[in-house]
């Protein structure tokens, strides 16, 4: 990489590492962003072009270090996706009000290019777990792969939102996507990992059932 490149390299990140420390500010413009990250405004539109590109570099860069992490695990692939779900609920833990206004950014922005930009290559990413669950006999060989993704990541998604929202919890979040999950799963799944999977629905079952019990004095046995 010659100067120039590292250069460029380096006030990109300094941009986004900007972006990162102001994303809860809904109206931060290109020039406040440009100060933080100490280039000019012309950088950082040469750079990025637009607010919502910075904001899908932020969450582009933060899925590659997820999928690094996920894959680090060494585990079969449903395992994999179970895990993906209590990583992404540690994250969420870890920095509430990140997480929560990136939400809010890219479900709040008029550009539909922003929130497609950030479904797209995370279905991708269900869609080598599910392929690669199929291909070593923990699903099904026919499988609808594009489909059980696009369904598990507007699942996901639709949680998320409640908890970016204060609707429900963290842990309710985190035992809502991983009963819906279990769901998903089960109709599809071999005798190999059928077991495991109903486990992991009454686990998450009774985890639903409590916090519910918990909120409003429900009864465990009554009908919902």
């Known amino acids: 990489m010659n100067k120039r490149e590292a250069n460029k390299r380096e006030r990109r990140a300094r941009v986004v590492a900007a972006a990162r420390s102001m994303i809860h500010e809904d109206s931060f413009s290109m020039r406040t962003l440009a100060e933080k990250a100490g280039v000019s405004v012309v950088t950082a539109y ?7 590109n910075i904001i899908s570099a932020i969450y582009q860069e933060d899925l590659a270090v997820f999928e690094d992490e996920l894959d680090a695990l060494g585990v079969d692939a449903i395992e994999r996706m179970f895990a993906a779900l209590s990583l992404a609920a540690h994250h969420f833990k870890e ?3 990140f997480n929560q206004a990136m939400f809010r950014a890219i479900y709040g ?3 539909s290019a922003l929130s497609d930009g950030f479904i797209t290559p995370r279905i991708r990413s269900w869609e080598k777990l599910v392929a690669e669950a199929a291909a ?5 060989s026919d499988v609808n792969v594009n489909a ?3 369904n598990i990541i507007h699942m996901l998604i639709g949680s998320i939102l409640d908890w970016v929202r204060d609707n429900i919890t963290l842990e309710q979040m985190h035992a809502e996507v991983a009963y819906g999950l279990s769901l998903i799963l089960i109709p599809v799944a071999t005798k190999k990992s059928v077991p495991g999977l109903f486990a992991r629905f009454a ?13 409003d004095g429900t009864p465990e046995d009554r009908d919902v």
């Open 46 to 52: 040469s750079l990025f072009g637009s607010r919502q």
């Open 95 to 97: 920095s509430p009000a």
């Open 109 to 111: 922005s008029a550009d």
């Open 136 to 140: 070593t006999g923990l699903l099904d």
């Open 148 to 150: 059980m993704a696009k």
């Open 203 to 215: 686990e998450h079952d009774a985890t639903l059932r409590r916090l519910a019990q918990a909120t």
